[in-house]
């Protein structure tokens, strides 16, 4: 595991957006970053457990969050345009932008793989975080330092049978952090990079690999210190790379 211990005010005043923020490694963020200090802006298609989320964060005294209701499936150009035109219109500027939300997909041999299928796991995967990542782009180069974290998997760094377009995704995911990278790196305080969370007990985890003893795997909060870096100042300097939560 990432050892790192982050100050308790490390990301005051940062506005942070966070996609899948409604449950699992995306709500584990949410709570995270805010009791740093940040103000988190939750991105989710499921309005209840945002609010959860909301209320969760609220009660525990820290800056109020916002949510912002988004099925990432079928979102146009413009519902994104439309999302960075509020949060400039609301906060001025973005610190933070974690690509969380993902769909796992079918675990199944590439030749019977559903096509229909195959489409809605990069909608959300692949095209989601470029269109949402592009609309966004004008806000984090306001930030005095901003961050970009893809998330990524250890299938999307070397492929495994029948992980299909799951693993397809994540690899396309790798190469647009590289790319990105490569271009904000010279003239912006932007950084990217992508991380792999490894094996985590949550619902995703649990649907891939029904078997396992969810148990005997880490909850999202034992890998968040990782995050909290790559979201806070101290990793002003590290981009393009890929890095992993746990060991």
């Known amino acids: 595991m990432f050892n790192y211990t982050p100050s308790p005010t490390l990301l005051t005043d940062r506005i942070i957006l966070i996609t899948g923020a409604g449950d699992g490694i995306g709500r584990a963020a949410a709570k995270s970053f805010a009791a740093h200090g940040a103000t988190v802006i939750l991105l989710g298609r499921t309005i209840k457990k945002l609010e959860t ?8 005294g820290h800056p109020q969050p916002a949510i912002y209701p988004m099925n990432l499936e079928g979102a146009t150009p413009d519902d994104y345009e439309n999302l960075a035109n509020t949060l400039a219109t609301e906060f001025g500027q973005l610190n933070g932008l974690l690509h969380n ?3 796992l997909g079918t675990l199944t041999p590439i030749e019977h793989y559903v096509i229909k299928r195959w489409y809605q796991v990069m909608q959300v995967n692949l095209n989601a ?5 592009k609309a966004c782009l004008g806000l984090m180069k306001r930030a005095q330092d901003a961050s970009i ?3 990524s998997s250890s299938v999307g760094r070397k492929g495994r049978a029948y992980w299909g377009a799951y693993a397809v995704s994540k690899f396309a995911t790798e190469g647009m952090m590289q790319i990105l990278a490569n271009e904000v790196e010279a003239n912006t305080n932007i950084r990217v990079n992508s991380l792999n969370p490894g094996a985590t007990r ?4 649990a649907a891939a690999y029904p078997g396992e003893d969810a148990m005997t795997l880490p909850p999202p909060e034992a890998i968040m210190p990782l995050y909290l870096y790559l979201m806070g100042p101290d ?3 590290i981009n393009g790379q890929a890095l992993n939560a746990q060991d």
């Open 101 to 103: 939300a993902s769909l």
């Open 202 to 205: 949550t619902a995703m985890r």
């Open 53 to 60: 989320v909301y209320d969760e964060i609220e009660e525990a």
């Open 149 to 151: 974290v893809f998330t």
């Open 235 to 237: 990793s002003r300097e």
């Open 129 to 133: 975080p470029f269109l949402l990542t």
